[in-house]
């Protein structure tokens, strides 16, 4: 299974957890958890976007700043965001970073290109991962 290319970008995926709930969760009798709410924005928001893929999987492992997603492509630096609040306004955030992500080389994308709604949300970045079986 390669890497899909359109034109001179690469796929990028946006991995949300859907079992992500907010402090005040509980309080608020939710009946989906604020990672599912998220989860539909997204997908929402990314439906018509090229070279971009969503999945959902149930825990990132990053409970104390959820909802937390992971933007990562195949050769390039890959990004866990979190501390969202299910929003619109996150979702387009979270899709127009990915969306720059995937139109990068390397991953990198400047911080004077972030959307607002990203800047202070980044929690982790993973070098990519090596290439052939050898490396």
């Known amino acids: 299974m390669g890497e899909q290319k359109l034109g001179n970008l690469m796929t990028s995926w946006i991995t949300i957890c859907d079992t992500c709930k907010r402090s005040d969760w509980e309080d608020r009798g939710a009946n989906q958890t604020d990672g599912e709410i998220l989860a539909g924005l997204i997908e929402k928001a990314a439906k018509d976007v090229p070279n971009l893929r969503t999945r959902r999987v149930s825990c990132l492992m990053g409970c104390k700043a959820g909802c937390n997603v992971a933007v990562q492509g195949s050769g390039k630096l890959n990004y866990t965001i979190g501390d969202f609040e299910p929003l619109e ?23 004077r290109e972030w959307p607002q709604e990203i800047k202070g949300h980044f929690v982790t970045r993973h070098p990519p991962l090596p290439e052939g079986d050898d490396a």
Not at 97 to 106: E, F, G, R
Request: hydrophobic share 50%; net charge neutral.
């Open 89 to 111: 306004e996150a979702a387009k955030a979270i899709v127009g970073y990915a969306t720059l992500h995937a139109a990068s080389a390397t991953g990198q994308v400047p911080y």
